[in-house]
Nanobody, 118 residues
Framework: QVQLVESGGGLVQPGGSLRLSCAASGSISNFYTMGWYRQAPGKQRELVAEITPRSSTSIADSVKGRFTISRDNAKNTVYLQMNNLKPEDTAVYYC????????????WGQGTQVTVSS
């Protein structure tokens, strides 16, 4: 496991942008698929985007074309660039690190609040 700390959340108007960062305590370059999840009040946590150690990405249909996930292995950090934000994007966003080995538990950050409102 690695420790994860999210940052970059806040209040933004519809159509605005935010960049979330997730800093890991250890190396994530070789074995960790990194993901961003979000959870709105009363709803289940959902996967927003993932990026593999080889930087292949998966983006949820609800945010495709607006959100981009990237990673900087030298900094052990993953980012979520969120553009053209909508009110329905309002949620707590969580960073996740999934190891390639099934015996290693996932790591989760504490979450960062994103609120999209006029």
């Amino acid at each position: 496991q690695v420790q994860l700390v999210e940052s970059g959340g806040g209040l933004v108007q519809p159509g605005g942008s935010l960049r979330l960062s997730c800093a890991a305590s250890g190396s994530i370059s070789n074995f960790y698929t990194m993901g961003w999840y979000r959870q709105a009040p009363g709803k289940q946590r959902e996967l927003v985007a993932e990026i593999t150690p080889r930087s292949s990405t998966s983006i949820a249909d609800s945010v495709k074309g607006r959100f981009t996930i990237s990673r900087d292995n030298a900094k052990n950090t993953v980012y979520l660039q969120m553009n053209n934000l909508k009110p329905e994007d309002t949620a707590v966003y969580y960073c996740n690190a999934r190891h390639a080995l099934v015996g290693v538990r996932d790591s989760w950050g504490q979450g960062t609040q994103v609120t999209v409102s006029s």
